[in-house]
């Protein structure tokens, strides 16, 4: 739980050791990419970031599961918001903001499925979590996590970025944008079928240099901090965050209402 990620950082921060979290997905080319936009001042005034993750995810019984079993059982720590939360956390805070409160719905969708053995069992942790996250500076963002959902998308994880200025969709590897300045006009007109493409609208941006392995790349920025004392930002307080978002979203979910998320300190 949060106390005891807490407790472990100040631990580490009394003994003095160095210490620090994976943040693998800030590290993807994708979300590099789309840092680089950011940090250019593409978007101009950020308005809102929506989050699609998720795929089908056997049940297991006609077809072997793609994912180890406790992932869905709570009393084994499974669970995609204790999974995913987490992520979604450092995802936001270090590419627009701080989140500052949640709201969540969590549910067990196959509540049914078979283990590694082929013997059946029931599901009770949950296996699709949607969520709103206000962000610090005002905008919001909107993430559905999901192993009971069909990929109707380019990449297993895909964020829309939208702005006054441009907008922009970034997924594991590829980062499309859509400047004001060519944004086309669409009119609504349900009588009329579609005839222009939208996707085909966008611009792919170019890799420009090489991204290599997201765990490798943080490895190496963690092993600089140890051996070098060089500035490192994702410690256990950063982790501790996570776990206080998941905790969050599940209570949100499970009272109906949205939560306050109060700034964590040592």
């Known amino acids: 739980d949060v106390e005891g990620a807490l407790d472990l950082a100040r ?13 693998d997905k800030i ?21 809102s970031v929506r989050g699609e993750f998720g795929y089908w995810v056997f049940e297991g019984d006609w077809q072997e599961a793609q994912r180890p079993s406790w992932n869905y059982r709570a009393e084994d ?20 903001g701080q989140v500052t409160s949640v709201t969540a719905q969590v549910h067990t969708h196959v509540p049914r499925r078979w283990d590694e053995q082929g013997k059946p069992y029931e599901a009770t942790a949950d296996d699709a979590a949607y969520g709103i996250f206000q962000l610090a500076g005002g905008a919001v963002a909107q993430i559905n996590s999901s192993w009971t959902v069909r990929v109707n998308r380019d990449e297993l994880v895909e ?9 922009a969709v970034a997924g594991l ?25 939208f996707r085909d609208q966008w611009q792919e941006i170019p890799d420009n240099q090489e ?16 051996a070098l004392d060089t500035p490192y930002t994702w410690d256990l307080l950063a ?16 009272e109906g209402r949205r939560f306050d998320i109060p700034e964590l300190t040592l």
């Not at 631990?11 to 943040?23: F, N, T, Y």
């Not at 669970?79 to 270090?94: R, S």
Request: with cysteine; charged share 20%; aromatic share 10%.
């Open 11 to 23: 631990l580490a921060r009394d003994a003095g050791i160095k210490h620090g979290v994976v943040q």
């Open 27 to 47: 590290f993807l080319p994708g979300l590099r990419k789309l840092k680089r936009l950011i940090d250019g001042g593409f978007f101009g005034e950020i308005l």
């Open 77 to 96: 720590g499974g669970g995609i918001v204790v999974d995913m939360f987490p992520h979604w956390e450092y995802v936001l805070h270090e590419l627009f």
């Open 159 to 167: 964020f829309q970025v939208d702005g006054t200025h441009g907008s």
């Open 173 to 197: 590897r590829n980062c499309r944008v859509q400047h004001r300045s060519a944004t086309p006009k669409p009119v609504w007109n349900p009588d009329l079928p579609v005839t222009e493409s």
């Open 211 to 226: 991204f290599d392995n997201g765990f490798k790349a943080q490895w190496e920025l963690f092993l600089r901090h140890v």
């Open 239 to 254: 982790g501790a965050r996570g776990v206080q978002l998941a905790e969050l979203g599940l209570k949100s979910s499970a």
